[in-house]
């Protein structure tokens, strides 16, 4: 099975603050790499697919990169309003989430 | 647009069996399979299984083979989990996600409360 870890657990920042959270794959997962955000009492929100691509209505300021086993979401001007955990999941074989960075305001 | 509803919160008690829903519209039931994803209280998200919307079949995660049923109502947009034989680990937010490869759309979820 793959695992996937997610760094930082536990992430504080300012607003306008670039954020860049990771997610690390324990084998190659070929770019099948989807963010979430997932906000208190709501359901996950899907931000970005494969890697780097935005989702419908998702701001630009969200981007994503990576491949092999590593892979990065970025947030390039944090807002209020991005204050949530952010899940990432892998779908090169079966799936996997990650276990999430909550991000908060500092 | 395309919506998820699920249907609402449930206390049970162990032993016993429940039945979500969720109701799928703005798209065509049947062109995208169904996930279901479980969520315990303050802990992330771990992935139950899927089934194809076109023929039925359900598909587990190893976690979830046993007291587990994905099923459908194709004629009214709706797919089903039942949980039989419940147990105070069961309790938790379940979400149903329509699948177009990634989980694009999410119901609002069910807080299920297993309890004595």
């Known amino acids: 099975d793959i695992q996937m870890t997610q760094s930082p657990s536990f992430l504080s920042a300012s607003v306008g603050e670039r954020v860049t959270l990771s997610c690390r794959a324990s084998?190659?997962?070929?770019?099948?790499l989807d963010w979430y955000q997932q906000k208190l009492g709501e359901a996950p929100k899907l931000l970005i697919y494969?890697?780097?691509n935005l989702h419908t209505g998702i701001p630009s300021r969200f981007s994503g990169s990576g491949s092999g086993t590593d892979y990065t979401l970025t947030i390039s001007s944090l807002q209020p309003e991005d204050v949530a955990t952010y899940f990432c999941?892998?779908?090169?074989?079966?799936?996997?989430f990650g276990a999430g960075t909550k991000l908060e305001l500092k | 647009q395309i919506q998820l509803v699920q249907s609402g919160p449930e206390l049970k008690k162990p032993g016993e069996s429940l039945k979500i829903s969720c109701k799928a519209s703005?798209?065509?039931?049947?062109?995208?399979?169904m996930q279901w994803v479980k969520q315990a209280p303050g802990k992330g998200l771990q992935y139950m299984g899927w089934?194809?919307?076109?023929?039925?079949?359900?598909t587990y995660a190893d976690d979830f083979k046993e007291r587990f049923v994905f099923s459908l109502e194709t004629s009214a947009s709706t797919a089903y989990l039942q949980i039989n034989n419940l147990k105070n680990e069961d309790t938790a937010t379940y979400f149903c996600?329509?699948?177009?490869?990634?989980?694009?759309?999410w119901g609002q979820g069910v807080m299920v409360t297993v309890s004595s």
């Open positions: 084998q190659n997962i070929n770019k099948y």
């Open positions: 996600a329509k699948d177009l490869y990634y989980f694009d759309y």
């Open positions: 999941l892998q779908r090169n074989s079966w799936y996997t």
């Open positions: 089934i194809n919307t076109q023929t039925g079949k359900p």
């Open positions: 703005g798209y065509t039931f049947t062109d995208y399979a």
């Open positions: 494969n890697t780097n």
